[in-house]
């Protein structure tokens, strides 16, 4: 994946691939669930978008953090400031 190259090789990087597991796992979870009790398509569609605006929302505010939060992501988190960028733009409402 594009995104992993641009992250950090050691176990910052471990982690949060680790976390994006979990994350997807928890989705997949929330779909079956809804599934097994005879949703409608519109109800599974419904879940699924919240899930994808509430994981661009994340994405969004990590990439729009100031301050120390920023430093603290940047450097001790690994994430450059490139990938910060792009997740800002790739997440703008315009």
Known sequence: NLIYEYLPQDFRGTLIKQQKER?????KDEVAALVSEGCTIKEKYDLLWSQQMAKR?????LASASGMFKAVVSFVGGIPQVMLDFLEKINDDN
């Open 23 to 27: 994350s997807d796992q928890k989705r």
């Open 57 to 61: 929302e994340s994405l969004k505010g």
